[in-house]
């Protein structure tokens, strides 16, 4: 029998019930909305806290001396750079590269007469297009000069919760490169504010000849932070660098935490893609088991028509897909149009939820989905895939009916 | 007449739980091309399953059962639906039709099924809907016609693959006396123009008086086989 005539058996059937057949597409298509949903959300906070962390934090590339670790945040002459300027030359030559700069790092204890905060320094050039994002995400006034002597900037959530306004003075401690604690007093000449809580809690900026001399580490520096033209022309940066004898770290090394908890992350949610789908799955195999059993008399028809067993599975398996296509259709849509909303108008989370992630996940209190049309495809040729699966009971009972007592059903 | 159908000591029995029923016992009984038969007997002595074993639909216990002399005894579920496809057409007492296909589609499903080409599928579709009166009935589906019309429509149905031979289990059951008539004539008709043989089960003495033969069951035996000289209806 041709394919074309059994959709047609199969597709007049779904009209038989209506109702049945809306509410298990419309199952299907909330499921595969829900999904869409989820997997947009979850692919917008990956690729968003990749991307802060990358803009506020790590850079595209880092340049580090063979000895340096970031755990420590070392300060020895041994473990920093000395000679930057050749490095950022070198940099400035590569076309991927949109800008090099030096960094220095350091551990500091931030005091008013109140209270005090740990926190991490930054010491750093204010004219480098590195800084750009927290330039944008300044709030209150100014952005740091080269040859600010006392200058510095903080988050703004930091100066809320330790009271403090810009012009206010504060006294910073970092233990410098001999081990010796040194203190020193500055003012707050503007604010920042990122939409990352754990940036904009721990944050200090100064300029880095500061830094260096109150660190005693004279003209080194941590690292060179390199931020690239494209994401993806890391590897050919990295090659460049490759004789140096430094460090080369990439985006990926320098965000190796926060990658690896999002990929456990994953397959938790994975585990709920699961779930759904089943949940999907059932209601199929209930639906088109409820139709079998109401037609079992019009299949022993069929049957003694000369319809073998294999034609009436093929009906059945044509109805799971008519039914499924259709879900996945409207689902398709809803989750789109769903998508379309979250990823302009994004959901905030607060900022406490934002936090909870911890140093090692840059995300924003605001999150939004993100277009993942990869994704959508699999998720539709997996529910696709799982309602025809579903079908293969009611189709099998289907095709293995007696024609005899099929014929004898009321 | 070349034989359509010889059973030979058919046996077949039911069996639920510990009780055993001979449905039909060592019946031999020979049905020639283009027959026009009434199975005639008491409720329960076995003229539907002597139906559904003539047509293939399941298998005797015991015994034989040839179909244009080939021996169809052992065959597997598969091949008795291609026996049923191409050489047997079947009416019911409910009127069986496909709810969700109309009248011509109804009739047309067999054809589907047996792969016969779309220009003559419309023309044999249409022709025997207007054997059967029914052709300005063809969009309708089985619920926007009468009990009547759907039994002639499962007529037109049964005769569509042009088949050896027609089993009707009490088609007149459900019909009235003006309507079972119809069905009657338009069988007796379609007999003498196609040559299909017709077998019908049936309690009711107007169909029993258009028949050329008639057999008589009790208890799952031929107790008479009486073939009757042309008569006047
Ligand atoms: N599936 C079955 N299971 C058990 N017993 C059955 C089954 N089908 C038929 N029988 C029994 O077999 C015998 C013959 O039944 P059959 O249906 O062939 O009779 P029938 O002549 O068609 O009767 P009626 O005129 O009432 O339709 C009966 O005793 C019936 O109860
Ligand atoms: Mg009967």
Known sequence: ???????????????????????????????????????????????????????????????????????????????????????????ATLDEVKAATPVLWANGILATVNESAGLQVYGIDPDSPVYDPIRTALVNGSFITPDDRSGILIGERLATMLGLQVGSKVSLTIVDSEGQADEAIFSIVGMFATGIPTYDESAVLMPLTKAQGLTNTNRRVSAVVLLLNDQQATSEVVAAFRSSGLQVLTWQDL???????????????????IIVMLIVAVIIANTLLMSVFERIRE?????????????????????????????????????????????????????????SGGDAIALGSTIYARFVPDVYVGLSLATLLITLVAALYPAWYAARLEPVAALREA | MAS?????????????????????????????????????????????????????????????????????????????????RSRIGFIFQFFALIPVLTAYENVELPLLLSGVKPAERRTRVHALLKAVGLEDRARHRPDQ????????????????????????????????????????????????????????????????????RVVTLTDGRVIEDS???????
Request: hydrophobic share 45%.
């Open chain 2, 145 to 212: 016609l009468s009990g009547g019309q759907q039994q002639r429509v499962a007529i037109a149905r049964a005769l569509g693959p042009q088949p050896l031979l027609v089993l009707a289990d009490e088609p007149t059951a459900n019909l009235d006396t003006a309507n079972g008539q119809q069905a009657m004539e338009i069988m007796q008709k379609l007999n003498q123009d196609t040559g299909t043989a017709f077998i019908f089960a049936t309690h009711d003495p107007r169909v029993i008086n258009y028949a050329r």
């Open chain 1, 255 to 273: 965000n190796q935490f926060f990658i690896q908890t999002m990929q456990t992350g994953m397959a938790f949610y994975v585990l709920l893609d």
């Open chain 1, 299 to 355: 299949m022993g028809i069929l049957s003694a028509l000369g319809m073998k067993g294999r034609h009436l599975m093929q009906m059945m398996l044509l109805e799971a897909a008519s039914l499924s296509l259709a879900g996945i259709a409207i689902g398709l849509g809803l989750g789109l149009a769903a998508v379309a909303y979250l990823a302009t108008a994004g959901i905030d989370f607060g900022s406490s939820v934002a936090s």
């Open chain 2, 227 to 233: 073939a009757l000289a042309e008569h006047a209806v």
């Open chain 1, 1 to 91: 029998m041709p394919l074309h005539k059994l959709w047609v058996l199969a597709f007049r059937d779904l009209g038989r019930n209506r109702r049945r057949t809306l509410l298990t597409m419309t199952a299907v298509a909330l499921g595969l909305a829900l999904l869409m949903v989820m997997n947009s959300f979850i692919a917008g906070i990956m690729e968003d806290s990749l991307q802060n962390s990358i803009k506020l934090r790590t850079g595209h590339l880092q340049l580090r001396a063979p000895s340096y670790s970031e755990d420590e945040r070392s300060l020895q002459w041994g473990d920093l750079l000395l000679d930057p300027e050749n490095l950022i030359a070198q940099a």
């Open chain 2, 4 to 84: 359509a159908v010889q059973l030979e000591h058919v046996s077949k029995r039911y069996r639920i739980g510990t009780v055993e029923t001979i449905a039909l016992d060592k019946v031999d009984l020979t049905i020639a091309e283009g027959e026009f038969t009434a199975l005639v007997g008491p409720s329960g002595s076995g003229k539907t399953t002597l139906l559904q074993l003539i047509g293939c639909l399941d298998k005797p216990d015991e015994g034989t059962v040839r179909l244009q002399g080939q021996d169809i005894t052992r065959f597997s579920a598969n091949q008795r639906a291609d026996l049923r």
